[in-house]
């Protein structure tokens, strides 16, 4: 069964907005991940987040987590074109128990 | 380019064939995954090797059956495969299991079922 859940299952900006995306899980975890896929490609890892972090920044991402509400947001600020993907959060249990994927945000920016 | 390379990039194939799915890795990752994913749909776990021992199985049919002959090579083999198996078979890998690890992943296999 799915740990997270995203919303928006979609999402339509214009470039140079800021876009934010949610994820909401369902039971304690470890860490918490965002990984971004392109149409017919794999995945790529965008950044990582420890249950004892309440927020990280990687370039144009912010990442919040929310242990609390089990929630977790991913922020793109200044959007571009080739930001136009789908983004996954991705929750584990600690250990080596398995990683596993939310519902995912479809992004479009455009031009 | 991706790390991690999957051949074929495409496979048809009809329900009494056998096939493999290659994935190769040269970062010195000693975790490795095969994931499934549908259209509009999240990667599902299938296998885990760790160390080149299957550490995770979600419970897959036995029609797939994989392989991790060494520490940079991992194979799907496909057998008697129905129209429901038509998907992206992902194969990812890491330094180490656990969640801790990003994981990289490769382009996929886009895999038909006639």
């Known amino acids: 069964s799915q740990q997270g859940e995203e919303d928006p299952q979609a999402l339509s900006i214009q470039e140079g907005e800021n876009a934010t995306m949610n994820c909401s899980y369902k039971?304690?975890?470890?860490?918490l991940q965002w990984y971004r896929q392109n149409s017919g490609r794999g995945l790529v890892h965008l950044i990582l987040?420890?249950?004892?972090?309440r927020e990280k920044h990687s370039g144009r991402l912010r990442v919040t987590l929310d242990t609390s509400k089990k929630s977790s947001s991913l922020l793109i600020t200044a959007s571009r074109a080739a930001d136009t993907a789908s983004y996954f959060c991705a929750t584990d249990r600690g250990g080596y128990q398995k990683v596993t994927f939310g519902t995912g945000t479809k992004l479009q920016v455009i031009p | 380019d991706t790390e991690v390379t999957q051949t074929p990039k495409h496979l048809v194939m009809g329900m009494t064939n056998k096939k493999s799915l290659k994935c190769e890795q040269h970062?010195?990752?000693?975790?490795m995954y095969w994931y499934k994913q549908k259209a509009k749909k999240p990667p599902e776990l299938m296998f885990v090797y760790s160390y080149e021992k299957l550490s995770i199985n979600e419970s897959v049919p036995s029609r797939f059956s994989p392989e991790c002959p060494n520490s940079s090579l991992l194979n799907l083999h496909l057998h008697a495969l129905q129209p429901e198996d038509s998907a992206l078979y992902l194969c990812a890998s890491s330094r180490g299991q656990g969640g801790i690890q990003p994981q990289h992943f490769g382009d996929g296999t886009r895999l038909s079922i006639l």
């Open positions: 970062m010195g990752h000693r975790a």
């Open positions: 039971t304690s975890i470890n860490n």
């Open positions: 987040i420890r249950s004892n972090e």
